[in-house]
Protein backbone atom coordinates (compact mmCIF):
# COMPACT_ATOMS: atom_id res chain seq x y z
CA UNK A 1 0.00 0.00 0.00
CA UNK A 2 1.74 3.23 -1.05
CA UNK A 3 0.99 6.69 0.66
CA UNK A 4 -2.02 7.75 -1.64
CA UNK A 5 -4.18 4.25 -1.47
CA UNK A 6 -8.15 3.81 -0.65
CA UNK A 7 -9.34 0.46 0.81
CA UNK A 8 -12.63 0.40 1.23
CA UNK A 9 -14.30 -1.37 4.45
CA UNK A 10 -18.30 -2.20 3.83
CA UNK A 11 -20.72 -4.32 6.22
CA UNK A 12 -23.94 -5.01 7.05
CA UNK A 13 -26.23 -7.79 8.73
CA UNK A 14 -25.71 -10.77 5.05
CA UNK A 15 -21.89 -9.71 5.28
CA UNK A 16 -20.29 -12.77 6.61
CA UNK A 17 -17.70 -11.21 8.76
CA UNK A 18 -17.92 -7.93 10.69
CA UNK A 19 -15.48 -6.29 8.48
CA UNK A 20 -15.46 -2.75 9.05
CA UNK A 21 -15.06 -3.58 13.24
CA UNK A 22 -11.52 -5.97 11.64
CA UNK A 23 -10.51 -3.28 9.86
CA UNK A 24 -11.13 -0.66 13.07
CA UNK A 25 -9.16 -3.19 14.88
CA UNK A 26 -6.11 -3.82 12.66
CA UNK A 27 -5.60 0.12 12.33
CA UNK A 28 -6.09 0.47 15.75
CA UNK A 29 -3.18 -2.00 16.53
CA UNK A 30 -0.90 -0.98 14.19
CA UNK A 31 -0.80 2.70 15.92
CA UNK A 32 2.93 3.80 17.27
CA UNK A 33 1.97 7.43 18.57
CA UNK A 34 -2.04 8.31 18.13
CA UNK A 35 -5.27 7.57 17.52
CA UNK A 36 -7.70 9.97 17.66
CA UNK A 37 -11.37 9.18 16.93
CA UNK A 38 -14.53 10.90 16.44
CA UNK A 39 -18.29 9.24 16.60
CA UNK A 40 -21.51 10.77 17.27
CA UNK A 41 -22.22 7.38 19.13
CA UNK A 42 -19.36 5.15 21.05
CA UNK A 43 -21.04 1.38 22.07
CA UNK A 44 -17.77 -0.37 21.40
CA UNK A 45 -17.77 -4.56 22.01
CA UNK A 46 -15.71 -5.73 24.03
CA UNK A 47 -13.12 -5.80 21.48
CA UNK A 48 -12.65 -2.20 20.43
CA UNK A 49 -13.13 -0.95 24.11
CA UNK A 50 -10.28 -3.22 24.98
CA UNK A 51 -7.90 -2.39 21.42
CA UNK A 52 -8.37 1.37 22.66
CA UNK A 53 -7.44 0.68 26.55
CA UNK A 54 -4.50 -1.75 25.50
CA UNK A 55 -2.76 0.80 23.28
CA UNK A 56 -3.45 3.88 25.52
CA UNK A 57 -1.49 1.70 28.39
CA UNK A 58 1.02 1.26 26.10
CA UNK A 59 2.05 5.02 24.69
CA UNK A 60 -0.10 5.46 21.97
CA UNK A 61 -1.96 8.20 22.53
CA UNK A 62 -5.33 7.62 22.16
CA UNK A 63 -8.03 10.56 22.44
CA UNK A 64 -12.19 9.85 21.74
CA UNK A 65 -14.58 13.06 20.91
CA UNK A 66 -17.88 12.44 21.48
CA UNK A 67 -21.07 14.72 21.61
CA UNK A 68 -21.47 16.16 25.11
CA UNK A 69 -25.10 15.31 24.12
CA UNK A 70 -26.90 12.98 21.81
CA UNK A 71 -29.93 12.87 20.02
CA UNK A 72 -31.15 9.45 22.48
CA UNK A 73 -30.44 10.13 26.63
CA UNK A 74 -30.50 5.73 26.50
CA UNK A 75 -27.76 5.94 23.88
CA UNK A 76 -26.18 8.70 26.19
CA UNK A 77 -26.23 6.83 29.28
CA UNK A 78 -25.02 3.87 27.15
CA UNK A 79 -22.13 5.63 26.18
CA UNK A 80 -20.87 7.07 29.08
CA UNK A 81 -21.28 3.51 30.70
CA UNK A 82 -17.66 3.05 28.55
CA UNK A 83 -16.06 6.00 29.93
CA UNK A 84 -14.52 5.03 33.42
CA UNK A 85 -12.80 2.09 31.94
CA UNK A 86 -11.08 4.02 29.05
CA UNK A 87 -10.50 6.77 31.65
CA UNK A 88 -8.56 4.94 33.74
CA UNK A 89 -6.56 3.01 30.84
CA UNK A 90 -5.37 6.65 30.13
CA UNK A 91 -7.73 7.22 27.39
CA UNK A 92 -8.54 11.06 26.64
CA UNK A 93 -12.00 11.66 26.29
CA UNK A 94 -13.61 14.91 25.24
CA UNK A 95 -17.41 15.79 24.64
CA UNK A 96 -18.18 18.30 22.18
CA UNK A 97 -20.10 21.26 23.37
CA UNK A 98 -20.85 23.22 20.18
CA UNK A 99 -23.83 20.94 19.13
CA UNK A 100 -24.22 17.48 17.96
CA UNK A 101 -20.94 16.10 16.16
CA UNK A 102 -21.56 13.68 13.95
CA UNK A 103 -18.72 12.86 12.13
CA UNK A 104 -17.61 9.61 12.09
CA UNK A 105 -13.41 9.53 11.48
CA UNK A 106 -10.11 8.32 12.71
CA UNK A 107 -6.69 9.84 12.32
CA UNK A 108 -3.67 7.84 13.47
CA UNK A 109 0.29 8.10 12.76
CA UNK A 110 -0.01 10.91 10.24
CA UNK A 111 -0.22 7.90 8.19
CA UNK A 112 -4.25 6.06 7.85
CA UNK A 113 -7.39 7.98 8.02
CA UNK A 114 -10.63 6.28 8.41
CA UNK A 115 -13.78 8.07 7.10
CA UNK A 116 -17.23 6.88 6.68
CA UNK A 117 -20.55 5.67 7.99
CA UNK A 118 -20.25 3.69 10.65
CA UNK A 119 -20.15 4.38 14.22
CA UNK A 120 -18.64 2.88 16.86
CA UNK A 121 -21.04 0.86 18.05
CA UNK A 122 -22.39 -2.26 17.54
CA UNK A 123 -25.58 -1.55 15.07
CA UNK A 124 -22.57 -0.26 12.62
CA UNK A 125 -20.12 -3.18 12.95
CA UNK A 126 -23.43 -5.88 12.56
CA UNK A 127 -26.83 -5.09 11.88
CA UNK A 128 -26.80 -1.88 9.59
CA UNK A 129 -25.21 -1.53 6.07
CA UNK A 130 -22.08 0.77 6.27
CA UNK A 131 -19.35 1.78 4.61
CA UNK A 132 -15.81 2.97 5.78
CA UNK A 133 -12.51 4.49 3.60
CA UNK A 134 -9.45 3.77 4.98
CA UNK A 135 -7.11 6.17 3.66
CA UNK A 136 -3.25 5.39 3.73
CA UNK A 137 -2.28 9.28 2.93
CA UNK A 138 -0.27 11.75 4.87
CA UNK A 139 -1.87 14.61 3.80
CA UNK A 140 -5.58 13.66 3.98
CA UNK A 141 -4.36 12.62 7.62
CA UNK A 142 -2.73 15.54 9.19
CA UNK A 143 -6.05 17.64 7.66
CA UNK A 144 -8.13 15.44 9.35
CA UNK A 145 -6.21 15.17 12.53
CA UNK A 146 -5.67 19.47 12.51
CA UNK A 147 -10.09 19.49 12.28
CA UNK A 148 -9.69 16.85 15.55
CA UNK A 149 -7.61 19.76 17.29
CA UNK A 150 -10.58 22.69 16.12
CA UNK A 151 -13.41 20.65 17.27
CA UNK A 152 -11.38 19.62 20.74
CA UNK A 153 -11.12 23.54 21.48
CA UNK A 154 -14.84 23.58 21.18
CA UNK A 155 -14.85 20.25 23.47
CA UNK A 156 -14.82 19.49 27.32
CA UNK A 157 -12.00 17.10 28.86
CA UNK A 158 -13.33 14.57 31.24
CA UNK A 159 -10.99 14.32 34.35
CA UNK A 160 -11.12 11.17 36.13
CA UNK A 161 -11.39 12.32 39.46
CA UNK A 162 -14.57 13.98 38.39
CA UNK A 163 -15.74 11.23 36.77
CA UNK A 164 -15.78 9.13 39.37
CA UNK A 165 -17.36 11.44 41.53
CA UNK A 166 -20.47 11.84 39.65
CA UNK A 167 -24.44 11.20 41.02
CA UNK A 168 -24.58 7.41 41.85
CA UNK A 169 -27.74 7.64 40.15
CA UNK A 170 -27.04 8.64 37.14
CA UNK A 171 -23.88 6.06 37.24
CA UNK A 172 -26.50 3.64 38.41
CA UNK A 173 -28.77 4.44 35.13
CA UNK A 174 -25.52 4.02 33.31
CA UNK A 175 -24.76 0.90 34.16
CA UNK A 176 -28.34 -0.32 33.28
CA UNK A 177 -28.00 1.45 30.19
CA UNK A 178 -24.55 -0.50 29.48
CA UNK A 179 -26.25 -3.92 29.73
CA UNK A 180 -28.41 -2.96 26.71
CA UNK A 181 -25.77 -1.73 24.51
CA UNK A 182 -25.71 -5.09 22.27
CA UNK A 183 -29.54 -4.05 21.40
CA UNK A 184 -29.45 -0.08 20.74
Known amino acids: ?5 VQIAAG ?3 Y ?4 ILYSLLQAI ?10 TPYYIPDESLQNALC ?12 VPYKSDSMLV ?5 SYYKELLQSGVKVYRYKKGFIHAKTIAIDNQLSIIGTANLDYRSFDLNFEVNAVI ?7 ELRKQFDE ?9 IVAWLQRNKIKSFFEKIAGLLSPLL
Not at 1 to 5: F, L, P, Q
Not at 29 to 38: G, K, L, Q
Open 29 to 38: HNAERYIYAT
Open 12 to 14: GPD
Open 54 to 65: VMAKSGVDVKLL
Open 1 to 5: VGDKS
Open 16 to 19: PTPT
Open 151 to 159: DLESSEQLD
Open 136 to 142: YNSETTR
Open 76 to 80: DAASR
